[in-house]
């Protein structure tokens, strides 16, 4: 019997977790729906002139759905279904920064807390709890506050609130790898600190790191509009879908559309990041590969 390559074994495990996904329909539809929104984000502004957010039409202010506005007009005579296209790359800028972001926080702090434990781990997690002992909606508004109303400040706000839970559970995920046979031999050898983290813990360790992180992507689109619907987020003439809703419940029984389709955008956008989450998760956990 021949031994199969690496090449083939790893061309079989890509096969077969593509399989895994397929099977599931919701997640499916997850990929779709992200993949969607991420084409928005990227030809948003070639699809619809990014002045359009900008411009003041009184004449056309509050126009109800129609085959000129399917989405119908904000109150300034925008068209909104063009706000909505322009607004995908804002959100997804805001969440996938903040994720991104907070991520490589909560990984760097949580593996070395993790890893070297005693004084360092005792004292980076304290601050940790520091963070995680505010809730976080009410942390991120305060920030916010504070900082000033743009987009870089809430992304900031929200970094500040996301990277500590991050760094909780990198912390527990490399104390469970830490023990095992091949840390000892790694250091037998005398390999650096540095490298038994980062080239042999990590690895083994990031994959739940990963599934949260995806599934907070559309946790955070969501803190994000919540922050910009109170009035935190960036400047009123800004495409972005919290901002939206907001100047739309100004007019919600006059015009309900202006906050309905913002409203249920950032529901479906979501909501693909859940079921993506979802998908990953039964990929990367070995418990689920039945």
């Not at 907070?102 to 940790?128: C, H, K, N, P, Q």
């Amino acid at each position: 019997m021949s031994r199969r390559t690496g090449r083939e074994l790893f061309l079989m495990d890509v096969r077969y977790s593509l399989w895994l996904i397929s099977r599931n329909k919701l997640v499916v539809s997850g990929f779709v729906l992200v993949a969607f929104f991420i084409f928005l984000a990227i030809f948003g502004p070639l699809i619809v002139n990014p002045e359009i957010a900008q411009r003041v039409d009184y004449p056309n202010q509050l126009k109800p759905p129609s085959w000129q506005h399917p989405f119908g007009t904000d109150d300034i005579g925008r068209d909104l279904l063009s706000l909505i296209i322009l607004g995908a790359r804002y959100d997804l800028m805001i969440a996938i920064v903040v994720i991104a972001s907070s991520l490589l926080i909560g990984i760097v702090l949580g593996s070395i807390s993790g890893y070297f434990g005693g004084v360092i781990d005792e004292a980076m997690m304290r601050i940790t709890d520091i963070f995680l002992a505010f809730p976080g909606l009410i942390l991120a508004m305060a920030i916010a506050t504070v900082l000033g109303r743009s987009f870089t400040n809430l992304m900031l706000a929200l970094i500040v609130v996301w990277w500590s839970g991050y760094a909780r559970i990198m912390r527990g995920q490399v104390i469970a790898e830490r023990e095992k046979p091949y840390v000892a031999a790694a250091k037998i050898l005398s390999i650096p600190s540095y490298r038994i983290i980062f080239r042999h813990i990590l690895p083994n360790a990031i994959y739940p790191m990963l599934v949260v992180a995806t599934m907070d992507i559309g946790g955070a689109m969501l803190t994000a509009a919540g922050l910009s619907f109170i009035g935190l987020g960036p400047s009123p003439f800004e495409p972005e879908w919290g901002q939206l809703c907001s100047r739309g419940a100004t007019y919600l029984f006059q015009a309900p559309w202006i906050m309905f389709f913002p409203g249920i955008t950032i529901l479906f956008a979501s909501l693909g990041f859940n079921l993506v989450g979802d998908g990953l998760r039964d990929v990367l956990d070995p418990r689920l590969r039945r």
